[in-house]
């Protein structure tokens, strides 16, 4: 009995559990900071009681993500996949009317109170389905520049859809997270230096064109001919210079910054807020850590990311299953790419794009993918399966 449950401790990562726990924690009283001081009582409980649901259901999904053999998840990557789109689609239909309205995306389902935003969830099966291109492609081609670039195409039809999706719900941020993640396991597929060093030169040759059409009259006007949206270049103004219209265009931003800067070494306290800062209960809640905890509180919310960055990074070399090393992969990039862009945002080092931050920000949806990853991240210890799934 006493070898049963050591055995069944050594096959749980505690190491990716607890940090993730801690985040969750630090959340909840984010969360609640920023509620309690922007909204009535009566909405301060009933948003918390809907956070820790989401929690209790993500933690839920985790646990049934750990039962999924790497067998099972091959098996069953097509089918949710597919799903997805299907579901995808629907929203270009049945989206949140209301919140269309306020965000001007067609992002949300809405039903008996909550919302949910396919795409969230979307991400795993994406990441699942380029993990199983690869998986698939590598068994059955040698690396020669030929296969490499007939393994691009097939990565290449895997995203394109999803895109396209994203395009017509005017979701431009999660966009960039689809990007990330093709990214980090298009590096990690095997595919020649030859191949992904030009292709690195290009993505840089493509954002400097990028950055000097956002920054010239005659780019913008381009810029707009192609569909980009005024709100969208406000936000890379507020970027450049958070306080050329602090009262206007640029408050979020500066608000944030000031929030942040006002929090000093140490905070001010728990549940001080001097500053009111716009959507600080999802986009821009490290603002909140940063004014209550300061840089002290900061920097341990930051090294919790990295404490399970590098976990699971450990899952991904540990294992000897090339599905699962790409799926490793990509959920790495997803959570790495959240972090990155959603304090990088806060502190005004990158543009505003309306991107939670990971197992923080209110939203059930952004919750419910991240513990569905990090269950499947658990779940490549818990079932100690080597094995190739497509053998």
């Not at 919140?99 to 067609?106: E, F, W």
């Not at 590598?138 to 859809?161: E, S, W, Y």
């Not at 030169?201 to 400097?208: C, E, I, K, P």
């Not at 949206?229 to 450049?240: A, H, N, T």
Request: proline residues 3%.
């Amino acid at each position: 009995m006493v070898t049963e449950k050591n055995n069944l401790d050594s096959r749980i990562d505690y190491g990716i559990i607890l940090p993730v726990f801690l985040l969750l924690g630090v959340g909840l009283v984010s969360l609640y900071v920023s509620l309690t001081n922007d909204g009535n009582v009566m909405d301060v409980t009933s948003q918390m009681i809907k956070q820790v649901l989401w929690i209790l259901i993500g933690c839920l999904a985790v646990i049934v993500m750990m039962q999924f053999s790497s067998k099972a998840l091959w098996k069953a990557t097509p089918v949710f996949y597919g799903g997805g789109l299907l579901v995808m689609t629907a929203l270009l239909k049945y989206y949140d009317s209301h919140l269309y309205t306020l965000t001007g995306s067609k992002n949300w389902f809405s039903f008996a109170g909550f919302t949910f935003q396919p795409s969230e969830v979307m991400k795993i099966a994406y990441i699942l389905m380029l993990a199983y291109i690869v998986a698939n492609h590598n068994m059955n081609h040698p690396h020669t520049i030929q296969h490499d670039f007939q393994l691009i195409g097939k990565l290449f039809l895997a995203t394109v859809p999803v895109a396209i999706l994203l395009k017509y719900q005017h979701d431009f941020g999660t966009l960039l997270v689809y990007v990330a993640i093709l990214g980090g396991i298009f590096i990690m597929s095997g595919i020649s230096w030859k191949i992904i060093l030009p292709t690195i030169a290009l993505f840089v040759a493509f954002s400097g064109t990028v950055l000097y059409l956002v920054t010239t009259e005659n780019g913008r006007a381009f810029l707009y001919h192609l569909g980009v949206k005024q709100y969208q270049l406000f936000r890379i103004d507020s970027w450049l210079d958070p306080f050329h219209d602090s009262t206007g265009n640029s408050y979020q931003q500066a608000q944030a910054l000031i929030a942040i800067g006002s929090g000093g070494m140490f905070g001010k306290g728990f549940n001080v807020t001097d500053v009111y800062v716009p959507v600080r209960e999802s986009d821009m809640i490290f603002t909140v850590i940063g004014e209550n905890f300061g840089f002290i509180g900061s920097t341990f919310v930051i090294i919790l990311y990295f404490m399970l960055i590098y976990r699971m990074i450990r899952v991904c070399f540990d294992t000897n299953n090339q599905f699962y090393a790409y799926i490793a992969t990509g959920i790495i990039m997803m959570i790495l790419f959240h972090v990155f862009e959603n304090i990088g945002a806060n502190i005004g080092l990158l543009p505003l794009t309306g991107i939670p931050l990971p197992f923080i920000s209110q939203g059930g949806s952004s919750l419910l993918g991240n513990m569905i990853g990090v269950g499947i991240i658990l779940s490549m210890r818990f079932q100690q399966d080597d094995e190739l799934p497509y053998q």
